[in-house]
């Protein structure tokens, strides 16, 4: 049984900076793709960072390139978002996803297990 667990989420001042990480078990977090999404309500979910592949291939939606990077511990099986210089528009529900497949890493519906989520507030 897949289970992904989120951790590091919070609340932070707009320039500030956090780390979430996702921990899994019955999954190999090297294989395929895994990724940060975020939500907020009323809108779509939205891919924030993949990482992809063997050779750990990373992607990032335009809001976010520059601040945010992704990145995995093969040893721990875990998959990490440091963010910085953190925008109130990035105040979201962050969920990471992991896929058995190879497809585009920022279609949410192509994800076969998510965690339950952590919540980041950016305040101005």
């Known amino acids: 049984q897949v289970q992904l667990v989120e951790s590091g989420g919070g609340s932070v001042q707009a320039g500030g900076s956090l780390r979430l990480s996702c921990a899994a078990s019955?999954?190999?977090?090297?294989?395929?793709?895994l990724a940060w999404f975020r939500q907020v309500p009323g809108k779509e979910r939205e891919g924030v960072a993949g990482?992809?592949?063997?050779?750990?291939?990373?992607y990032y939606t335009d809001s976010v390139k520059g601040r945010f990077t992704i990145s995995r511990d093969n040893a721990k099986n875990t998959v990490d978002l440091q963010m910085n210089t953190l925008k109130p528009e990035d105040t979201a529900m962050y969920y990471c996803?992991?896929?058995?497949?190879?497809?585009?890493?920022?279609?949410?519906?192509?994800?076969?297990?998510w965690g339950q989520g952590t919540q980041v507030t950016v305040s101005s």
């Open positions: 019955g999954y190999t977090v090297r294989r395929n793709c």
């Open positions: 990482i992809c592949s063997d050779f750990g291939l990373s």
């Open positions: 996803a992991a896929k058995d497949s190879y497809s585009p890493w920022w279609r949410p519906e192509t994800y076969n297990y």
